[in-house]
Every structure is written in C-alpha cells, then in structure tokens.
C-alpha cells in the first residue's frame, strides 16, 4: 500500500486549487459551410495538457459529444466535440441520421478531412499540449477516429466505442496512434466488421487493443438509447463504466 | 479534479501505517496426493479483505505464480497461489509441461476438483473475507479458473490470462462469476478458442469480457517467455502492463 500512498500524495498535489470547468461553442469552417463545435476545459489548470477531440455519433453534434466533452475536461483534458454535418444539423430520427452518415461512410476523404478540422480547432484551444493528443469517438463518430488513425494523423491514440469498423480505404501504414477499440459482443450492426478490422491492424502492425462486452448490444454508452437491448441498441451501464475506465487507463499509457 | 482529491484522501486514510508482505508455503491434500500452496498477504491491515486465487501455468505451481500472488498482496488483497499438479512436481521442459497439464485439460472433473481444493486453502487465510473471492489464472491456469466459473463456483469473478478457452463440458448456467478474458490478437495457440467461448458465453448469459491485445503472442504475460514472438510464445510488457491494470479495474468493480 506504500505505493498507494505516494500516488496519492501525487494525485493531492497535482489537484487545483480552485478547479472549474469551462465551456465555449466554437464556429469554424470547411469552405462555405459553418460547423459548430464545442471546447471544454478546467481553468483551475495554468499548465499545458493533453487535447482529446471528440466525434459525435450518427445523429450529429449535440448534447450527447458535449456531456462527455466536459468529463474529459473534469478529468483534467481539454476536450473538443467537432462537428462532422454542419452548424445546426441534427437528425430527428433514424432515417435522417442514416443519410447524414451515409454520406461519409461513402466519401471516407470527406470524413476525413472534416476530422482533421476539428482537430486543428482542438489545437487552437487554451493549455493543449500539442504533442499529445488523443481523439474518440461514439457510433459514427468511432468510425470517424479511426479514420484518423488510418491516414496517419499525428495523434498518441484513438478510442472507438461501438464503432463501424469497416475500411473500404483500409490503412496502408503502420498508425501514429495507439488504437484501442470497446465493442459490444451482441452489437450485431458492428461485429461482423471485427475479423476486417482485426487483419487491417495486423497487416499495418499498428498498436491495437479490442475488448468486447458481453451482453452490450449497439450504443451501449448511450442512456438515450433506452433500456431493451432487443431493439438492437440499449444502454449498458457495466458496459459504459467498464470502457470509460479503459479509456482512462489507455489514456493514463499514452500520455504518461 | 476534486473527485481526484477526495479519492486521494480515502486512499491515504486506508493505507496502512506499517505495510509488511507476509508469506507462507502451505501443504494441503487430495486424497494422498501432497499439494503445495504458497500464500501472500500484506499484515498491515488489520480487517477483512478480499482473496484472490492464483491458478500457476502449465510448467506447475512455481516462482511465477508466487510473484503474482506477492503482487496481489502488495495491492491489498490476501492471495493463494494453488498447486494442481503435486508438491515438487514442476515441468522440466514442454514436453513434460504438456504431459502434467494435458491431464488435466483432458479430465475437466479432477481440474475442477483441484481448483476448488485450492480455494478452500483461500478460504482459512488470515483476514479473508469470504464473500468477496475470485481467481485469476494463467495459460493453464486460464483454462483453470474458467472452469470454477463453468461449475458456477461461489466466486464474485474469474480473470484468465492466455487461457485455453475450449470447453469440452461447457457451461449450462449462467455462473455466479464474472468473468474477463485476456487474449494475445497473435496467439495461435488459443485465438482458434475464441467464437467457441463467445457462443458459450452468450449461451448461460454469463457476465463476461473479452480483451484481444494486438501483437501479443501466447505467454505475453510472462518475462520468462523471451522476446521473440516467432516462436509462438513471448513477454509483451505492454499487453502485460494493460492486462494488469484491467484486473484490477475488474477487481475494483467486483469487490465494489
């Protein structure tokens, strides 16, 4: 327990004094068309820390990307949820979230670089250490960092939960990221794309980690998404704890 | 960060005051068969704490498995590394390794019957609280302690590490264990195991999850395997720091 008791010492000493969290919608562009993001942090901090984006699942940025923004940001990140559709767009149901998605997952180029402009927002942002940075990403939006992964962005890692993992342009070279992937093992809209995913990781040699939930079907970190995992996507409370924690162990590795 | 504080004061206030890891070589029985147990436990604390079975690889119950025992001491818990095969009796080579182990995987009731005689040496420890129990196995050891979960032992969790995951007499309840599953994504020894396990597990509704480290071969959790994946066998300090660190994020959820 000694060592127990050194980390803690550290932990105490490494706490603000006055920590408060901060938050500001932030406009910016990709040619004529206006995304609004969100950035978080804690100002109880003076000193640089490390950046994780955050990439919204199919619906579009909204309060979902904004919620876990600021728990990175009450984690000691400064935390920045982009903006893949546009200033105001956000799905009213399923349908509309399957077109707005579908137009990426079909144009990975575009996926990739709307991604990119949230990260350069991500490194405008006060106190971001700029040599580390992370992104996540949920549904969609797992798809979405995986992406930047698999074009080589300077990034120390990626998270995906409940993330379509297929590649049609499949990474070419080894990622700069770490990539640690939270899967549900009854999410029948993602496992089929597990062995692909599996063989694009080894064929690069890239740093991979999957784990799987059993019993988590689709949006298993989501509350919104209910509690009848018989409609194929549900809340998993166990599921969603478990993967925040890997997170930040991931987290805790890549930056340390 | 004031979460972060006051984990750290909670933490400072159970540390104890004069940590001293204490260890005992422990000989138990099966039927005339002389078994040695090796205990670990940290006397500085002076209440009940949770017990951890340490089921050893398949060279025998050795300085591998007691330094893992030693290891869950140092963290708090009070740990028993078991002995299946029988005092003295440590494979020589892999030949022998498989010999001693295949027993076993071959008779699935004397593993079981070994496994549960080593938990009730567990049990006797000093300051064990009896309703928070749970084993952790290696290779194995792995195969070992899933199979207390498949007879639905009175544990709150079983972890395995490069573990056998075939199952020649499958669960057919759901077992009271939860149950978390470390494999290496290179380890052709135990990957072919993995849809089996899958089904089974989906089968009883177990509690399960399973963590695939990419570029890990069997053994990955084990120094004395070398460096050289290309044999099928070797340390990989990454998955074996991550896997700990999981442990105990599952053990931290268990005993909650």
């Known amino acids: 327990m000694k060592r127990f008791a050194a980390l803690a010492a550290a932990v105490l000493l490494a706490a603000p004094a006055f920590a408060r969290l901060r938050t500001k919608v932030v406009d910016y562009k990709d040619g004529d068309v206006v995304l609004e993001g969100y950035a978080a942090w804690d100002d109880g901090f003076t000193d640089k820390r490390p950046g994780i984006l955050v990439a919204h699942e199919w619906w579009g940025h909204g309060p979902y990307a904004r919620k876990r923004a600021e728990m990175l940001a009450k984690l000691g990140y400064t935390?920045?949820?982009?903006?893949?559709?546009?200033?105001?767009?956000?799905?009213?149901?399923?349908?509309?979230?399957?077109?707005?998605?579908?137009?990426?997952?079909?144009?990975?180029?575009?996926?990739?670089?709307?991604?990119?402009?949230?990260?350069?927002?991500?490194?405008?942002?006060?106190?971001?250490?700029?040599?580390?940075?992370?992104?996540?990403?949920?549904?969609?939006?797992?798809?979405?960092?995986?992406?930047?992964?698999?074009?080589?962005?300077?990034?120390?890692?990626v998270v995906s939960f409940h993330g379509n993992l297929a590649a049609p342009t499949p990474a070419t070279e080894t990622p700069k990221a770490k990539i640690a992937v939270f899967q549900g093992g009854d999410d029948q809209m993602t496992l089929p794309g597990l062995p692909g995913f599996e063989d694009e990781m080894r064929k690069v040699k890239a740093d991979w980690e999957l784990t799987i939930y059993g019993g988590a079907v689709h949006s298993f970190t989501v509350e919104e998404a209910g509690s009848d995992p018989s409609t194929g996507m549900a809340y998993n409370k166990e599921a969603d704890e478990r993967s925040w924690q890997a997170m930040r162990d991931f987290f805790a590795e890549i930056f340390r």
């Open 79 to 157: 935390a920045f949820a982009l903006d893949m559709y546009g200033k105001g767009v956000y799905a009213k149901d399923h349908e509309e979230a399957g077109k707005l998605s579908g137009a990426f997952f079909a144009d990975r180029n575009a996926m990739r670089r709307r991604a990119m402009l949230g990260l350069a927002e991500l490194k405008k942002l006060p106190y971001v250490d700029e040599s580390k940075l992370a992104a996540i990403g949920y549904c969609f939006g797992g798809t979405t960092v995986l992406e930047l992964a698999r074009m080589g962005a300077d990034l120390k890692g």
